[in-house]
């Protein structure tokens, strides 16, 4: 199983970005889906989740969202209103189930997003 995440970049503040997350391999059905962030001399922090309801940090809320498309296998994070303090590296991971029901959580690589002011 991989997950590719896609999407990131360079973008003034107040801007937005789309980041996609794309599953492939051998994969039954994904559970929890999850965006995360990394800055520079920081701890990779949750951002938003995804199961049957959506959960975000003070931080986003109201700016992200997030959400799935289950037939193409893919995550999206759509980022409004960015703000310097966005900037960091983006990475999605994913409960994935697989067809002898094994259930695992993959990363994917991570897309850089740098907001400038």
């Known amino acids: 199983v991989q997950l590719q995440a896609s999407g990131g970049g360079l973008v003034q503040a107040g801007g937005s970005l789309r980041l996609s997350c794309a599953a492939s391999g051998s994969i039954f059905s994904i559970s929890g889906i999850g965006w995360w962030r990394q800055a520079p001399g920081k701890q990779r922090e949750l951002v938003a989740s995804?199961?049957?309801?959506?959960h975000y940090a003070d931080s986003v809320k109201g700016r992200f969202t997030i959400s799935r498309d289950d037939v193409k296998k893919t995550a999206y994070l759509q980022m409004n209103s960015l703000k310097v303090e966005d900037t960091a590296v983006y990475y999605c991971?994913?409960?994935?189930?697989?067809?002898?029901?094994?259930?695992?959580?993959?990363w994917g690589e991570g897309t850089q997003v740098t907001v400038s002011s």
């Open positions: 995804i199961v049957n309801s959506t």
């Open positions: 991971n994913a409960g994935v189930r697989d067809y002898d029901g094994r259930l695992k959580t993959h």
